[in-house]
């Protein structure tokens, strides 16, 4: 894979972390932000952290333009209508993004444990709204404990639910979260299940408040 | 534990295959449904699968008033409002209602993947608005295979949620169902978390469909 991997809001905990899981993985990573400086500073971190991978930085849209085919978001919710549209053409045809969003009740000054409905069912599903013609949607990540992501030491050992329209979205999406290790790809539906799935973000914010632990969760009953 | 625990809706699989599994653990069951012949000839039925146990059966009011504290409602969600109305003076002061209920598209004609919304936010909330003052309603087991309840000799392996708003309540339900071997049951906050707990299930129902198994919930991170 010569192509990188953009991660838009790269400089944030979640896709910082996740930029460290992927680039020891071996896949090229390009750190998107809304100020360049700081994309750049966040990659250099980045390399200090994992020698063995590739990381670059730049603003957002230049962020996603380098990426051939798949542009992770993860910032929060209260950014992402403003992140996606200030896009303008960087997304294109036969590009993948991959939505990380929560809607969760800080966005309008509520509780974390709170989850906020957008009109169209959910925040994957506002992604799809947002994004250019051709451009697809596949929701996932949305449980992984980004303090945990950022400790390379801590064995993830955790699923991830994905959601998305088209099985062949979905499959190369898989593989490439499942690169990280640790980490098992479930498919969780349609886009319009993200809904659902959105939710174990409150869900476990809430048993991490209770428990006072970093939780995850696993599917059982699977091979 | 001398007062039985009854269950309402014990005729249906989930009910049933709760009363086997709490029956092994020493726990005596009342089991009530529309029909007390039918509720009868399911205590016979699980009498036989569990010697060792405590099984009676009634009509739905009268298994109700039949326990001292623990009342377990385990029907589909367009039974639960006629059955909580139909119980008339049975739920009293001090009893807490276990509920089991998933507003699951079905109801009305929809499909298993989605979830409705009831005009209270969740099943339970409907449940609580549903009971007289002073009997609390506490949420759980909506994870729980039915399939897998029922055969005795399968390791369940897995985590239920529960939402309530007192810890007084909390405690004694996670007490009762944590008798059920390998099953761990975890606090996931106020009663209106239950709104997002309860979509766990349609979830669930689609990982069954596509990956053709029967689906169940761990939270990692806890010790």
């Known amino acids: 894979m010569s192509s990188p991997v953009a991660i838009l809001g790269g400089t944030g905990q979640l896709g910082f972390g996740l930029a460290l899981r992927l680039g020891r993985a071996g896949v090229p990573i390009v750190l ?5 400086g ?27 333009a380098a990426a051939e085919r798949f542009v992770v978001l993860a910032v929060p919710f209260a950014s992402q209508a403003p992140t996606l549209k200030g896009l303008g053409e960087a997304l294109t045809e036969g590009q993948i993004l991959i939505d990380a969003t929560v809607p969760l009740g800080p966005a309008v000054g509520g509780k974390p444990t709170h989850l906020l409905q957008p009109w169209h069912g959910s925040a994957a599903q506002q992604a799809q709204a947002l994004v250019p013609k051709g451009v697809r949607v ?7 404990a980004a303090s945990l992501l950022e400790d390379l030491d801590h064995d993830l050992d955790q699923d ?25 790809v479930l498919d969780a539906g349609r886009l319009e299940q993200s809904r659902i799935v959105e939710g174990l973000t409150p869900l476990l914010i809430g048993l991490n408040i209770r428990y006072k632990t970093h939780a995850g969760l696993r599917i059982t009953g699977l091979a």
């Open 32 to 36: 998107g932000s809304r100020d360049a």
């Open 38 to 64: 700081r994309a750049r500073e966040a990659a250099e971190r980045a390399a200090g952290l994992v020698p063995e991978g590739t990381f670059s930085g730049d603003e957002n849209a230049a962020a996603a």
């Open 138 to 144: 596949v929701s996932g990540l949305h449980t992984l």
């Open 160 to 184: 991830t639910l994905i959601c998305g329209d088209r099985k062949a979205d979905k499959e190369p999406v898989a593989e490439l979260l499942g690169r990280i290790e640790g980490l098992r």
